[in-house]
């Protein structure tokens, strides 16, 4: 008896893979920063603007937040495409004082619905406790201030034609 073993090609195998298999692992990176003391706030309006049109055509997720001094930013996607934003961020001349508090590679659902770039304004020194944070005690203070942040909720114009 013969048998013929037909070839797989790894094409076809990642293919026939669940979706969530085959991207259940990205890369996450939180940073803190300043903005320049030559920049001024409206600065702010042109960085989110740009973000929502550029991050979803690298598939990356942003949240930033903003507390009218310093900056906070999550991001979630690839690896190179996260790492590479992150580069361009840094050499960023709106704002000064770039640090990285976290990157990681974490499995699971990604933490934002959808990519693109959350805006958030938080108050109350809500940032003071990322200035000595670092690696995982900084995803545990980001569960923390998810609820304390000033987001723009979601479909909250409601457009009628008289
Ligand atoms: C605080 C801050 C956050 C930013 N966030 C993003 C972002 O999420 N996505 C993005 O494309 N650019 C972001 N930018 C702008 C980038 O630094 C950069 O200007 C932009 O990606 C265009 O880069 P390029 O001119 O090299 O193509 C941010 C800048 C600052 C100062």
Redesign the pocket.
Known sequence: MSFYIAPILLRDYVASLPLEDVVSEHYQLIYL?RLALDSSVTCVAV?VR??RQ??PMQA?G?L?VFDGER?W?Y?EGEKTSVCA?AE??RT?C??TDFRILLQSKFSGPRLLSAPG?EYALCYDGCLDCFEEACGTQAVDLLNALLPRLDMEPKHSIICSVI
């Open positions: 920063s960085i740009s973000a550029r991050n990356i942003g930033l900056f930013q991001l934003l361009r961020i960023d709106r704002h770039l």
